[in-house]
C-alpha cells in the first residue's frame, strides 16, 4: 500500500514535468530523467503497459530524490541528491550521504551495528552515473547492481 501511495505521490509531482529535448531555463540538469523506469535489475520487458510499469518502477527519478527498489524491502530506498552534472552521455550523480540512525530507544526492532549504505552497487553508494541510450533508456555503467537497462514507463 505504501509503494502504491509513493508511486501516485511521485506521477502527481512528475506530471507535465518530461522536458523536451530542448530544456526550459531554471530546469535542472537532470529533468530528462524524471519520472519512473523499470528495468536494471532484470531485463526490462518488451512489452509493457503504462499500468503495469507504474505499479512496481525499479527507479524513480524526481528533482531532489533518487527512489530505488529493492528485493528485500517493500518501501523504497530514498537517496537525495547533493549535485548532478551534466555528461556527455548522460548525467552524474553525487548522493547526500545518508546520516547514522541511532538503535534502540523507541524502534520496535532495534538494529544491532551499523547497515550499509544503499546505493546501486557502484563504485561509491554516493555516486550515481546515468548513461542516457535514446530518448526512453538509460542505464547505470559499471553498477553490479544495476546489470541491464532500465526504460522509462509509458504516461498512458
Known sequence: ????????????????TFPSKAQGPGLPPHAWLFGSWVGGLYP????LGAEECLAQPVVIFTRDVVLRSTFTDVTYT????????????????????????ASGGGTLFPQSGT????????ESPNVLHVQRHGENQISF?????????????PAH
Open 1 to 16: 500500500m505504501r509503494r502504491a501511495a509513493i508511486c501516485l505521490l511521485v506521477l502527481l509531482s512528475c506530471a507535465g
Open 44 to 47: 526490462a520487458p518488451v512489452t
Open 78 to 101: 530514498q537517496r537525495a541528491i547533493e549535485t548532478v552534472r551534466a555528461t556527455a552521455t548522460g548525467a552524474e550523480f553525487r548522493l547526500v550521504p545518508p546520516t547514522p540512525q
Open 115 to 122: 547497515t550499509p549504505v544503499e546505493g546501486f552497487g557502484c
Open 141 to 153: 555503467p559499471h553498477c553490479a547492481e544495476f546489470p541491464y537497462p532500465l526504460i522509462r514507463c
